[in-house]
């Protein structure tokens, strides 16, 4: 199983860039890597998915190098709104059982 | 649509009790989860349930009991839980299941055990 892992916490400033990477060493071929976000007390909520290269969508974007060993979620321009647990997840695509959650990066945006 | 709801918001038991908590989507979605998170931690799948019929067991208790009665509700029976039990219970659901598939999350339910 693809174990992740990726920085306890981050802090950064509102309008800067926020790049959190996860390290997934082990990934098998047929594993996607995802990133949810998580406020205090609700579910997780989908971010962005991807399989190698870079995706790119209205709230980030993932960048995924060519051994597909880590992955790194960008955030354009945060806001205090952005502070929240994120999970970098790794897993094939036909099943849950070998779905593995990371153990989260706290970020915390300061004004 | 595309909510994921639960009931209760909040549920405090007694150990002797038995409870039930709830889940629904009007998504069309075929998989639906239940997840355990205690403070500080990832969710941890418990039960995934497909096209209503019980797909993964992730080695849970069997004072957790679920329950797929259609394809857009989803229950856990609760009995003989121990205070290691109280945690936020998260319901998600997915197109199908597979970590290709986005998972629509619903807010949990914030059990406490006494």
């Known amino acids: 199983l693809a174990k992740t892992t990726q920085p306890i916490s981050m802090d950064s400033y509102e309008g800067q860039e926020v790049n959190i990477t996860c390290s997934h060493n082990n990934i098998a071929t047929n594993d996607y890597i995802t990133w949810y976000q998580q406020f205090p007390s609700q579910g997780p909520r989908f971010i962005i998915q991807g399989y190698k290269t870079k995706v790119t969508n209205e709230v980030a974007s993932l960048f995924i190098p060519a051994d597909r060993k880590s992955s790194t979620l960008s955030l354009p321009r945060v806001s205090l709104s952005d502070t929240a647990v994120y999970y970098c997840?790794?897993?094939?695509?036909?099943?849950?059982?070998?779905?593995?959650w990371g153990a989260g990066t706290k970020l915390i945006i300061k004004p | 649509d595309t909510e994921v709801t639960q009931t209760p918001k909040h549920l405090v038991m007694g150990m002797t009790n038995k409870k039930s908590l709830k889940c629904e989507q009007h998504?069309?979605?075929?998989?639906m989860y239940w997840y355990k998170q205690k403070a500080k931690k990832p969710p941890e799948l418990m039960f995934v349930y497909s096209y209503e019929k019980l797909s993964i067991n992730e080695s849970v208790p069997s004072r957790f009991s679920p329950e797929c009665p259609n394809s857009s509700l989803l229950n856990l029976h609760l009995h003989a839980l121990q205070p290691e039990d109280s945690a936020l219970y998260l319901c998600a659901s997915s197109q199908w299941e597979g970590g290709y598939n986005e998972q629509f999350f619903g807010p949990g339910t914030r059990l406490t055990v006494l």
């Open positions: 997840l790794v897993g094939p695509s036909d099943s849950n059982y070998q779905l593995i």
């Open positions: 998504m069309g979605h075929r998989a």
